[in-house]
């Protein structure tokens, strides 16, 4: 077996390893966002034992939320009119 080839089946070797790796990162980090973003809207952050405050603040991000996608919305309309 020569040096090259050695070093070929070495870095093919090493490359998928490094792909397998990397899938399973993206995915990580997809449901990891999802989660805080799940987590961001159900108020888990508020105190569980006060149900105005929990409703409060699920109420007022999803608000917000729509405020943003509405502006987001508006600019990008006044944009395309040119």
Do not use: P
């Not at 105005?52 to 608000?63: D, L, P």
């Amino acid at each position: 077996m020569s040096r090259d080839d050695e070093q070929t089946r070495e870095a093919r070797r090493i490359l998928e390893r490094i792909s397998a790796e990397s899938d399973g990162a993206a995915m990580k980090v997809v449901s990891r966002t999802a989660a805080r973003g799940r987590d961001h809207f159900g108020a888990a952050d508020a105190d569980e034992s006060d149900w105005v405050e929990v409703w409060g603040t699920r109420i007022g991000r999803a608000i917000s939320l729509i405020l943003l996608l509405g502006a987001i919305l508006y600019l990008v309309l006044y944009l395309f009119r040119g």
